[in-house]
Each structure stands twice: as C-alpha cells, then as structure tokens.
C-alpha cells in the first residue's frame, strides 16, 4: 500500500513553496507519465481548477487519457473529480469548413466545466488555448440547467435550443440534434454521452431520460439536464448586424472583397451557418473572451515542457499568418490572426501574473551532490525536484515471442525482487486480454498477482503503524499507460503492457458514434417514388402514406402504383406483406400488373432457382461434414504467446470468428469458413491465427490473393509477425525472379517452406506441397472460373479459409445458417475515427488546403478523376496547385504492370498522391491516406461513393473526404436529388444505409454466383432471403406454414395520428414493425417504445395497439377475418383452425342470444349498440378468452 505519510513528504515541498507565496513553481524531473501521475496527487491536496497546457493535439489526447486512469486509480471513491479535453477545431485555420460536432461538443462541455466545477482538470493544447473565444456572457446566455419535475414553457427550452445553434431534425442521432413532437422533446446536448428526451405534462418536465439513439429506446431516468450551445458562432440579429459592420468597416473599402462581402451578407440576412463561420468568430461579438477568462481567479495553470509549448504557440502563430497571407490574396474577407488569437507572450502577460503557475519538466537544473550531504539541492526555492526512473531499462525491450522464455523469467524475478523490498507494483494492461494473457504467464511462474479492477483493494492507507506489514502482491489493471515508472520515494513501480507485450495502437478520444444497423425488414429510408414489392401483387410504386376516409372512419394507407396505373391500398396492419424493393447497382425493376399473372411466374422461377442453390449447398455441406481431414492440436503456450503479441485490442466481432475458425480447425472434417469485414477491421488477424495454428500442428500453409499488391501487403505482415519465430515465409508472384519461384516451389515441396503467399500462380499444377493443411484465399469472387474450380477442389481435403471485403448481410447469413459457415466482423476497430466528409465546389484554395493539411501530416492523397482522356491535365493541374507533391497517375487502361508497379511504390509511399481512377484497389490496405478528393461526385453512384470514400480513414487519424460538383444551378433534378442523398453519406444519414445496403446485395451475389444476381433483382432482396430460409427449412425437414392474411375491420379510427407521429416516414416505419410482430410481448414492447418515443397514446393509436392484438389473437386461433355490420361482429375461421364446429355449437349453445352460426365459416357475435370504439374491442377479446375456455374444456389447445 502507499502510505498517506508518504504522499505527504511527497508533496511537502511543492506544499511548502505554495506557503511561501511563489506564483511560479518549477517541478521537474518528471519522466514518461509522471507528470500526470503527480497532478492526480496534487488534485487531492488543491482546491481550485486545473488548466494543463500542452505543447500538441496528440500530447493533449494522452494527457487527457493517463490523467483519467491516475484519477480513478488513485481517487476512486470520488467521483467529483472530472477530467475534460479541450480540442482544437481539427480545421486548418482559415479552412473553409465547421468543426464537427463531436469537437464543439467537447469544446463546450470544457468551457462549462471551468466556469462551474471547482475541481475541474481542463487539458487544452497550446493551439486551442490562443484562440479567441465566445464571451462568457454569451455563453452563460445558451446555457440551461432544468430538472425533472421543474415548470418551464416547452417553448422556452425550443428556444433556447435554437439560440444554441441545434439542428431541428425528424430523429435525433447526433450531437446537436434535437426534435419535438408533442409533448416530447429529444435532444443531444455536449457533456451527454447520449441524446436526451424531455416528457413534459403541460408545462411540466415529467420525466428526462437517456434514450439510445440507434434503438430510440429510452435507457435510464436522469434527474437533471445540461443544455450547453452546440456552436461558438451564435447566429442571431445582433451578432448577424456585428458582423456584417465589421465586414464592411474592414473591407469596405475595397472592390476586391465585394463579391465575397455579398455572399455573406446573403447568409447572414437569412441568419444561416456556413462552412467557415468559425474563422469570424471575433467579428461576431463587440468582444470576445479567452480560455484563461473562462478558468476561476483561483484555477492553477500546469505547463508541460513550458520551452517546448512556446516554442509550438510561436510555431502555430507564424502558421496562422503564413495561412492569412494566402486567404488574403485570394480576397477572401478573413479576420487577421491578431483578432482571432493571442500571442504567447500577450498570454504570459495579461494571464500569469495573477495566477499560480506550476512547470513540469522532465530534465533537472539542480546539482547532484555526494550522498552523505544530501540526495539533491534546488537551485532555486521555487523549484521542486523528484526522483523518477524509467522502468524500460529494467524491464527490458524484448518482448515475450517466440522460444526464447529467459526474458520472461527475467522480469518474474525482478517482480519478486521488487515485492521483497516492499514495493508496490502495478501493471497496467489496455485489454481484457491482455490482463487474462498476464495473469496466465505468470502463474506459470508461480507469480501470485491479483486483479485491481475485479475486487476493492484499497492503494492509500490511513497512515497507521501496521501499514508496513500490508505489503500488497503485484497488482493488475485495466488502464491507459503507454509508459512505467519508478517512484523510490513512494515504494511504487508502474509497468505498461507494451512494456511486455510490444506497443499498442494509440486509441483517440473521439467520441464513439451509435452507428445504428442497417434497418432491413423497416421502411426507415422509404421515399416516395422508391419501388416495393408485395408478396401476393409484386412490383409497385411506392405513392406516399394516404389518409381515406371510408364510411365514417378515417385510416391511414400505404398507396402502391402497378402497371397502367392501377392502384392498391394496404392497411397498416397488412403491411407484413410489403417490402421495399432493393435490386443491386440501382437496377430499375419493372412494374407488374395488378391481378396479372407475371409475377406468380416470377415467383415460381426464383423460387425453383433457389431451391436448386439450396439442394446444392447442402450437398455440398452433407459431403464435407463425412469427410475426413486434419484435426489441428487445442491453443499451445506459443499460441497464446503469438496471440498476445498482437498490437491492437481485438474487436468482440474478430475475437467471435477467431473462436468460430479456430473450432473448425480441431475438427477432424475439413473447415470451410468465410470471413466477412471491411478492410483493416481484422480480417488478416483472423487469418494469422489460423495459419500460426496449422504451422504448430506441423501443417503447410498457402494464402491465395487476386493481385500481386495484395500478395506483397500480405507478405510483409506474415513476415513480420512470423519473424520471431522458427517459421519460413515466401512468395510467389511475379514479382520473384524465376530462380526465388523455383527455390520456394522446391522448399514447398520438401516442407522447409511453411506459408507461401501467391496470386494463382500458387494453383498451378508445377505446386506441390509436402503436406498442406490450411489454404486461405483473400477475395475469391476476384479469381477467374478455371481458379475456382482449382479451390472448390480443395476444399475437400483441406482446411480452407476465405476472406473478403464486400460485406454480407447478416439476414442472407441467417437464412444460410446450417449451410455455410459464416463469420462476420462488422464492429470497427476502437481507433477507427468517423472520416469527415465535405461536399464543395470546384474551389482550389480549398484542393490546396486539403492536401497540404495532408502533406504536412506524412500522409498520402488520392485524387479520382474518372475521365482517362483527360486525367493527366488535371495531374498536371494538381502538381501546379502543390509543387512540392510527388504525383502519380493510375488507371485501367494502363498496362498490367506499370499499373501494379505504381499501385505498389503509392503503398510504399513513393508517392504523396495518386490522380486515380475508380480503379482504386478494394482490399488495399493504405493506413498512411487519408484524404481523399473525388471530382465531379455528382456523376457516382452512392455505393460507388460509399466504396470510393472507404479507401482512407483506416488509421487512428482523422480521414477526409472531399465531394466535388458543379455549382447547384448547374445540376440536373437527378442530381441534385442524389447529392441530397450524398450529403447523408455520413455514418448515420439514410445515405450510408441505402449505400451499405447497395453494397451488401452485391456481396450477397458474389457469394451466391452471378444467376443468383438476377434472382435478386426479379423479386427483391429481402423477399429473396425469404424465399432461400423456406427452402432451406423445408429441405433439413422443417416446413414452416404461410402465415394467415387476416382482414379486420370494427369502422373505428385506428391509426396513428399525424399530430402525434408527425415524419411521415417514421409513422409508416412503426405500422410496418407493428405488422411483423408475432407475439403479445413484442407488441407490448412496441407500444412501450412509441409511447417512450411519443408520450402517452392518443384514442386513435391506442385503437390500433388494441387492433394489432386481435390480429396476433386472430393468428393464434385461425380467424382470417372479422367484420363489423352495425351491432353484430362475424368472425370467418380459416380451414387450418383447431377449433371444431363443436367447440362453436357449445359456445353457442352457453351464451344463448349473443353468438350464432353462419355456416360455412362463420360465428355472428351480437354486441349491444351504441357503444365506444374501445368497448367494442374489449367485447372482442372477451370472445377470444371464452372461445380459449371452451377449447381447454373440451381438451384441446389452442396453439
């Protein structure tokens, strides 16, 4: 344990300059994460904010991580301690471009923290800390705090939302979303981790709760909401008029800002946002604040390295001018950068002096003297010097891999070394697995550790005599640490796991966005216009949601065009029978004739094809469950150890289809498994795993790939993660010279090869292998015919393993359960940022801008121009926007080689940017590009713009995507419909949904083979799935009985009023999930969620809820119809019914005057009249109950 005492001498010295009154105290000899280790103990000990400035955005992200483990790890029974980042914007300056919401929120959220939590930690990098900002007086002015039970106008919180700079949308997703319907509102306020819903009754807050934004299901009851501005530019008359005086006391003057002055003025007249509104902050306001004006008189300042933070505010500052100069000469009206930011030194003067100022530095100025005199003097009194050593010496840079155990064994006896000197240890681990992997390799060191985040062991005593004797074993946590330390003076030692396990990726801080699923079986993104199909009439025009009025009750229903302009309306109840018509690569379906004969033949044919796809599957699946093959060993010690070298935290999706993988290999028949996921969400893991466990069950492993680039990337990763080990790695591709081919066939041969990684010179006949247990083929639809049937070949006798990019659905994955094994990873990894997408037009300021932020950054940029015939004007364009860039150009209609030699030396980053074509390699795996232009955007499809844009964003950074397109009025209607849709493209706009979905049907028909393509766009990809899961079913023996088309109608209102589901599509959404339920508790679900969604259910809706339980009661006992005529009820039993005409004669027969039989089919049931529309419902479940009481007395069930 570490005693208090300890803590105390600890600090006694920077306590005691404190009490001397020294406004300026210099820590030093802090190394690796001590710094924040130290604040997290001066927290305890300080009252008042903390403001750590650091020298860059990556320093600030890692500071905001490891002060947030040192906090809850030392403090973790006070939950008042509160870390906040304050980022930069992530724009370069003067971009013309907003922040995203993800970084005004916590921007905000900072702000609000400083002014209102007195033991704030707020880590801002020195960029940030420039800036210019919002006056509090305005920002307190945005700002609400309102509590459950508390009266207030709901019109007073809209209003306030809309001061705020919120976005009204139809559902709220996105932080700065908000919504309102009825006496509902939901919204995403910065400083919730998810959106909020406010229930008002009149003007009271009934109820706020967290609610999930990909379900809309409310989560859990809050007692109170923050609301906080959602932007730093506040858009109103006054701010509007400011603007607009400064533009023109500025620029006035001068012809050549007019045209820019009037373009924003048009937007500032209709008070509209725009992108690059941010950079006018300062003539926003009469004046405007700064961060060091936001923290309390008695906030602390930290500096960390304070020569390094000059050094990057003096830096950022010449940047700023430099980025002025050019915007200036483009004549773009532009604060300068003295109204927009402070100098450092304008900072050290106005904010300093008055402050407490603390310096952490890790070098020391003070003079070691011998030890007899004293350890260490200060040169100064108002400089504090520690005692900190870097445990990587003493830990060592090996890394547990391969046979070599003696580090291992090493580090285990320094571990004990360490404890028999009463030492404190600590590890810190990133994963679950990573503590797991610990704790095992220690036990078979007979190392005793415990685990910090499974059970309460408290780290600071009280202080008393006994303490000495409480000596804690080594200790295991999960955490962020990226480096150890120890600290003699406290008897503690901190170890990282990638000071054993070899160094993780860097997860960011971004904020994790709820991507919701794909809404399949829903009519989430259905327009009007958008093709459905109905099962029994086929293809139809989707015409809008019509409200008839049909005797004296109005309803809503789904109005359908067929052919010659027939029309259908569905009932909401009976829209189980409608699906959206989804056909791969915007295929435009026929429409069929309404009682015609087409579609049944349709039908027919698909449903044959089918069956016959079916038939061969199982065959096929039959054949290999009898086959014999290799049966590899259960994980060995060097299996795990592999594994642990992994340098990622693996995804719950990847760890599922290792486990799937690695199951099937320790079965005797052979595996065939496909592995579904986007490239670098884990795909190429799954695949090492496998082969390193063939390698260990003494099995040869081949890896197939289409193109030689794929074969190369392949081959580097193997080598890599294979090199510590006894394991020989080739190649064999046309990149080898004959004599490296015929030295890698021959050690194939005679087994001193163990992976060879080929395109499908691997598949020819001069191959042969000494023992092959694993083939693992990369993008298999990609091969030709004659390579296929060389793998299906295969597949009989060895382990195959196929992976592939395009993504599967899960629903086609459903319906092949028991036919194919599927794996899918659909979950990206912890670090995969959102990539921030920009539609413009053609402007090349901001072309420059965008690939110098790049450039400047290391990185790589692909420029697609899909026009060969002029491609290498517009590279030639490019090189004359950016000088300085290496460019390459790269498309089809090059020849083979010198197309693959360009592709290859991009990936080796020979060149800075690619002017491509959509020839873009699909599994290409180029962490290092992360931007990407694609010109004339309006020309694409969303699936190919969907495609196109997943080619960056593959790392921790943050990736950009710029759409280019002519300026609106240049556009067709086509068009300008599909850029509406293109501006969705964005994780959770409807535009990503369709896209994914478009792509997801094209994976369905690479898996499927190309006939089943067309079996697709005949009938419809959901009704497709359907038809594949009934054969299936029926073929493996379990027929499954076509659900009854039930008709009821009571001439009452039942629906869902436009009042109270006002978005069209969100009202038809719920009628088509309402009509999909199959039991009670999934209906009561429903209704739960609309009234959670809602507010309590109208007359109107609730008659439907009633309605839809008749229809589930009506399912139950075969009743395909119930109709109302004035006082009496009918009710028309369907042929499959359990209930006998004697049960119906006993009932009548006991109820004498109410029920009579009209045969053949049907029971008239007498109500008394007139009477409410929710009696009449009631009166019809009492039926069902004393029809259910009939039938349990004459001894049969119902079900």
Known sequence: MINRSSIDAFLAPVLKALERGERHIHLEGLWERSKEFLISLMRGKLSGSFLILVPSVEQAEETYEHLQFFIRLLHPQTASISTYLFPTWEILPYEALSPLPEVVSRRMESLYALLNDPLAMVVAPIQAAMQNLMPKRVFNSTVGFFGAGETIEREEIIALLVRGGYRAVDLVEAPGDYSVRGGVVDLFPPGHGAPVRLEFFGDTIE?????????????????????????????????????????????????????????????????????????????????????????????????????????????????????????????????????????????????????????????????????????????????????????????????????????????????????????????????????????????????????????????????????????????????????????????????????????????????????????????????????????????????????????????????????????????????????????????????????????????????????????????????????????????????????????????????????????????????????????????????????????????????????????????????????????????????????????????????????????????????????????????????????????KALRNSVDVLTLTATPIPRTLNMALSGVRDLSIIDTPPADRMAIQTHIINFDPEIITQAIIRELERDGQVFFVHNQVENIEKIADYVQGLVPSAKIAIAHGQMQERELERIMLDFVQHKYDLLVCTTIIESGLDIPSANTIIINQAHRYGLAQLYQLRGRVGRSSRRAYAYLIIPAEDALSDEARKRMVAIQELSELGSGFRLAARDMEIRGAGNLLGAEQHGQIAAVGFDLYCDLIRQAIQEMQGQPQEQPLDITIDLQVEAYLPDFYVPDTNQRLNLYKRASLLEDEQALLAWKEEVEDRYGAMPEAARLFFQQMQLRLLCQRWKVKAIHRLGNRISFTFDERTKVSPQELIQLVKKEGGIFRLSPPADLVMTVASPQSAEALVRQIQDFFRLLEQEVAAAGIGGE
Not at 453 to 466: F, T, V, W, Y
Not at 639 to 668: G, N, W
Not at 669 to 691: H, I, N, Q, S
Not at 752 to 767: A, F, S, Y
């Open 207 to 791: 109820s706020i709760r967290q609610f999930n934004p990909s379900t809309q299901r409310s989560e859990k009851f809050l007692e109170e909401v923050i609301i906080l501005p959602v932007t730093e530019a506040i858009l109103n008359r006054e701010s509007c008029h400011h603007l607009s005086s400064r533009l023109k006391q500025e620029f006035g003057g001068s012809y050549l800002y007019q045209s820019k002055i009037e373009l924003l003025q048009a937007q500032l007249d209709q008070e509209s946002p725009f992108p690059g509104l941010v950079h006018y902050l300062p003539y926003l306001y009469s004046r405007t604040d700064t961060l060091f004006q936001y923290l309390p008189a008695d906030g602390h300042i930290l500096l960390y390295e304070p020569a390094a933070v000059q050094r990057a505010a003096e830096d950022f500052y010449n940047e700023l001018e430099r980025r002025y100069q050019q915007v200036h000469r483009q004549n773009i009206p532009y604060p300068h950068p003295r109204e927009g930011y402070r100098l450092w030194s304008e900072i050290q003067q106005e904010y300093f002096p008055a402050r407490q100022i603390f310096s952490l530095r890790a070098l020391k100025t003070t003079v070691a003297l011998p030890e007899a005199v004293e350890e260490s003097t200060p040169t100064a009194p108002d400089t504090v010097s520690f005692e900190v050593k870097s445990v990587s010496g003493l830990v060592g840079k090996s890394k547990i891999w391969g046979r070599d155990r003696s580090y291992l064994e090493s580090l285990s006896s320094e571990i004990k070394s360490w404890h028999r000197k009463n030492q404190l240890i600590i590890l810190v681990c990133g994963s679950e697995g990573q503590a797991e992997r610990l704790e095992e390799l220690f036990r078979e060191y007979e190392l005793g550790v415990r685990r910090l985040d499974k059970e309460p062991i408290p780290l600071l005593s009280a202080g008393g005599e006994d303490d000495e004797a409480r000596v804690l074993p080594p200790l295991i946590c999960l955490g962020e640490l990226s480096s150890g330390f120890f600290l003699p003076g406290l008897s503690l030692v901190l170890i990282a796991d990638q000071e054993i396990f070899g160094e993780r990726k860097k997860i960011p801080t971004a904020l994790k966005s709820h991507r919701p699923a794909a809404a399949l079986a829903t009519f989430r993104d259905l327009k009007e216009g958008d093709y459905v199909v109905h099962i029994e009439h086929g293809i139809g025009r989707y015409l809008g949601l019509k409200k008839l009025t049909i005797g004296d009750t109005r309803k809503d229903f789904m109005l359908v065009e067929y052919l010659d302009g027939d029309k259908l309306y569905i009932p909401p109840e009976k829209l189980n029978m409608v699906q959206k018509y989804s056909g791969a690569g915007g295929i435009v379906p026929k429409l069929d004739k309404l009682g015609g004969a087409t579609w049944s033949k349709t039908k027919a044919r698909v449903k044959a094809s089918v069956k016959k796809m079916a038939e061969d599957l199982l065959k096929l699946y039959a054949a290999r469950s009898i086959a014999i093959g290799f049966a590899a060993p259960p994980d060995t010690p060097w299996q795990r150890e592999f594994e642990a070298s992994f340098e990622y935290e693996e995804t719950p999706d990847q760890l599922r289809a290792i486990q799937e993988v690695k199951r099937d290999m320790e079965e005797p028949r052979p595996m065939d498994r496909l592995v579904c996921g986007d490239v670098g969400y884990g795909k190429t893991e799954v695949a090492l795993r496998a082969a390193f466990k063939a390698i260990t069950g003494n099995k040869q492993v081949a890896l197939v790939a289409p193109t030689t680039i794929l074969v190369e990337q392949h081959f580097q990763k193997f080598s890599q993660r294979f090199a510590p080990y006894p394991v020989r790695v080739e190649m064999l591709s046309r990149f080898c010279t004959r004599k490296q081919q015929m030295e890698t066939i021959k050690g194939l041969r005679d087994g001193t090869v163990d992976v060879v990684i080929g395109t499908h010179r691997l598949l020819q006949k001069d191959v042969e292998f000494r023992d092959l247990g694993l083939v693992i083929i990369d993008e298999e639809q990609r091969f030709g015919v004659a390579h296929k049937e060389r793998l």
